[in-house]
């Protein structure tokens, strides 16, 4: 009960006013999802678009984040009214609120918003654009996470490492814990409008999101540096060419285009991110390779798709209050967990968490494979209840762990990160974490072309349901087990050699 109690209060315990500005961007970007449930509806009423034409739009959305090294480079060197972190904050929120301008347009149906062609690509475009924003706010978060950390006790002296770390980690749970609060406000707000209002109509009110962001200026306060480093002009060649290559291959609607713009902003980025590495000695290099390479597997899991929420309304009559409900459900179980969890999220090892929230986030699966194979009709008709009461969360989530799960994956990059060109590094880690995304929506797509799912027509769900769930518990396992095995032979093969200065824990400036 003592170590219950101690976890329960140990965000609360550390949390600090200076820490404010990087969860008031959390939460900003938490409550920006009350569009989400009502979002559903309006695509499946009103949109003209196939399940698998939403997985190729959202794989698309991804590509901004792939390109987060050119902001990096912008924000690590190049002063805008004096400020390297307020004055980008402010324009992550106006190119925000340019997105959700567009994303108006389009609900509208106003004229102005056919200049950029049908609805798939109108929506591309808004997406891009509240994806930037959101891209520019996310990588000052990431960056402040380090920097508002003290590395220095009260009479100057150095911190231990262990004790950095482990500040680190409190904060990033702390921002994990107020982004799943902003979710679950946003569900509750979104589950009602959704019910009560049309789209067009609730969409105005996203504006006050990007407003809301700008309240993390009031206490950002600290001694900015400058990078004494130049823009580095092959990061700007590399992305900027797979950009070219990416909307030439996008527009000429060449064969295996998701697939082959995946592929090169894969190489670019690890070919990028190669020079962060080479200050590690030996060890230090294979444990940041091994876990990154567990980290991708399990971030690359498909989920179900659009084609789920639609049997879930047509079939199993679920409405927007219901959705709010299994959201809610969602957050409130992935939010107690990891409040709980806190101690085991941040002592343990990466493959230990990935075991045990795979194995988590299975079991959370259960329930909607038993209903698609009728489950819910059996029950109604022995048992006297249906689909809503054995529903328990929100199948659009692959788990209700994930973010948790990011905040030990973000201590360990952050405690991996380099002392100059910090927000290049971050750009360039956040790269390939979405890109693990990407490559998620990838196998997604494939699962629902083999099993193709459209309204109405619900035949394949089961074995669109169950496929995904098998993948999503054999691909995290093998993947710890074969990385687990490559660290130890490479480790045991490992020759004494002079080691490299390390690069762990960035020194005090």
């Known amino acids: 009960m003592k170590i219950l109690y101690q976890n329960l209060i140990l965000p609360i315990k550390h949390l600090q006013l200076k820490y404010m500005p990087i969860l008031i961007i959390y939460f900003s970007y938490g409550i920006s999802q009350f569009l989400s449930i009502a979002e559903i509806f309006w695509i499946k009423n009103e949109l003209n678009l196939s399940s698998v034409e939403v997985i190729q739009l959202s794989f698309w959305l991804f590509a901004p984040w792939t390109y987060k090294i050119i902001f990096a480079q912008a924000i690590e060197r190049i002063q805008i009214f004096g400020s390297l972190r ?56 990431d960056t402040l996470c380090f920097e508002l950390v003290s590395k220095t006790d009260s ?78 002009k092959y990061y700007l060649f590399f992305i900027l060419l ?25 190489l670019v980025v690890i070919f990028l991110i190669h020079p962060f590495l080479t200050f590690m000695d030996n060890a230090k290099l294979i444990r940041f390779l091994t876990f990154s390479g567990m980290i991708f597997i399990y971030r690359m899991q498909p989920h179900f798709g659009p084609a789920i929420d639609w049997w879930q309304i047509d079939v199993l009559q679920f409405n927007p209050h219901f959705f709010a409900n299994l959201k809610q459900a969602t957050i409130i179980i992935g939010v107690c967990g990891t409040w709980l969890l806190s101690s085991f999220i941040i002592k343990s090892s990466i493959p230990r968490i990935i075991i045990a929230f795979t194995i988590i986030s299975t079991i959370f699966k259960l329930p909607i494979i038993g209903m698609a194979y009728g489950l819910h009709i ?94 999503n518990f054999i691909l995290p396992i093998l993947g710890v087990l074969f990385f687990t095995i490559l660290n130890k032979k490479f480790s045991s093969h490992h020759l004494d050699k002079q080691s490299k200065p390390e690069l762990i824990i960035a020194t005090p400036n």
């Open 155 to 232: 009479e100057g002296k150095p911190l231990s490492a262990d004790l950095i770390k482990f500040e680190i980690g409190i904060l990033q749970l702390q921002g994990k814990l107020i982004l799943k609060f902003g979710l679950l406000i946003s569900a509750t707000i979104g589950g009602y409008l959704a019910a009560n209002f049309s789209f067009s109509y609730i969409v105005w009110y996203s504006l006050l999101v990007p407003i809301f962001s700008l309240l993390s200026l009031i206490n950002l306060n600290f001694n900015e540096q400058i990078s004494k480093t130049q823009l580095n």
């Open 86 to 141: 307020k004055s980008y904050i402010i324009i992550g929120a106006l190119i925000n609120f340019a997105g959700y301008i567009m994303l108006i347009g389009i609900a509208n149906d106003m004229h102005w918003v056919k200049i950029f062609g049908n609805t798939y690509h109108q929506l591309l475009v808004a997406g891009i654009l509240k994806a930037s924003g959101y891209i520019i706010q996310d990588l000052i978060a």
């Open 242 to 266: 797979s950009i070219a290559i990416s909307l030439y291959i996008e527009i000429k609607k060449i064969p295996f285009n998701q697939e082959i713009v995946f592929v090169i902003n894969l």
């Open 378 to 471: 059996w029950t109604e008709q022995v048992f006297g209840f249906g689909a809503k009461t054995i529903a328990l969360i929100d199948t659009s989530l692959s788990s209700p762990f994930d973010i948790a799960f990011m905040a030990s994956v973000w201590t360990f990059y952050t405690l991996n990160s380099p002392t100059n060109n910090r927000f290049t590094y971050f750009a360039l880690v956040a790269c390939l974490l979405n890109l693990e995304y990407a490559a998620a929506e990838l196998l997604t797509k494939y699962l629902n072309q083999i099993y193709f799912v459209e309204r109405g027509q619900y035949e394949l769900i089961p074995n669109l349901t169950l496929s995904v769930t098998c993948i």
